[in-house]
């Protein structure tokens, strides 16, 4: 068992060797391999452009063995996540070279010395941690899109109102929001600029979102357009049912919490109040504690 682990401890020592050598090795990428480290060290943070630059070259090997419906699937919630730092599916497959090496080690380390679940601990974290950020990411840009979106909505209807083309709304509205969704519009403008319909446009501005609110969106401006409905009405309608549904999610979330909070005072004050009470009622008597612990 000894030399198992001594072995195993020889292991990670000269991985941990061989991947400061790579990094500081000035080796020759692919260039889409190049191209993605070069781009992403200039929007990511120092750890992650030292985990890029050590997982780069196996992201290849990563990628072959996630298969091509994984790969898509990733390549969804890095668009939902509105690339965070600049991540690319490359970057990503790096990450989870680095977090596999390191996590099946750790795994392998605590198997021997019998510590099952900090090895099952280490092995969930070589699985999953490369997705744990993304996960975060689609969800606080979600919230953020879906608070957004209808004030938006309200600005961009007065804007047609005034006479602007819709386009040429959406542009002169977009300047005046910072955050992804603004980024997302700026976007589409540049996809219909490049030749692109604004039905298709749109429809790629939904598929990169995880947002019922923007498929709401999407959907009620693509049904207005075949209608022939004004547009400025649809937008206003689309602002008053998406606040409409914000009211009603906020309810929901008021009435889960109110058995959370009853469950909390149930489970630690009602004991803790119990126990206060007790020990007041004997200690405030005139009954002898040791004989009554004695019998």
Not at 17 to 24: C, H, I, P, S
Not at 54 to 79: C, F, K, Q, S, T
Request: charge should be positive; hydrophobic fraction near 50%.
């Amino acid at each position: 068992m000894a030399l198992l682990l001594a072995a195993v401890t020889a292991l990670s020592v000269l991985g941990v060797a061989y991947g400061v050598a790579l990094y500081r090795r000035d080796a020759r990428l692919p260039s889409d391999l190049s191209l993605a480290l070069e781009v992403g060290s200039t929007r990511t943070t120092a750890v992650g452009s030292l985990l890029d630059r050590l997982g780069m070259r196996y992201a290849p090997l990563v990628l072959r063995l996630m298969g091509p419906v994984r790969v898509a699937r990733a390549r969804d919630r890095i668009d939902h996540a509105g690339n965070p730092r600049g991540l690319t599916v490359q970057r990503y497959a790096a990450r989870r070279a680095v977090y596999g090496a390191l996590g099946g080690t750790a795994t392998l380390v605590f198997l021997v010395r019998g510590q099952i679940v900090v090895a099952l601990i280490c092995a969930a974290f070589a699985w999953w941690w490369a997705d744990v950020g993304i996960w975060a990411a689609v969800r606080a840009r979600r919230e953020e899109i879906e608070r957004t979106l209808p004030d938006f909505l309200d600005v961009l209807s007065v804007v047609v109102t005034a006479g602007l083309g819709f386009r040429q709304a959406l542009e002169r509205v977009s300047t005046m929001y910072q955050g992804p969704w603004s980024d997302e519009i700026r976007i589409s403008l540049r996809q219909m600029e490049m030749g692109m319909s604004r039905r298709q446009a749109f429809e790629e501005l939904r598929r990169r979102n995880d947002s019922e609110q923007v498929g709401q969106f999407v959907t009620a401006l693509q049904q207005g357009e075949d209608l022939g409905a004004p547009i400025a009405e649809t937008l206003m309608q689309i602002a008053q049912d998406m606040r409409r549904a914000d009211a009603q999610n906020a309810r929901r979330k008021a009435a889960r919490t109110v058995p959370r909070a009853t469950g909390v005072v149930t489970m630690l004050m009602v004991p803790a109040t119990l126990i206060l009470l007790v020990t007041s009622l004997l200690l405030g008597s005139d009954i002898d504690m040791d004989a009554f612990l004695d019998g």
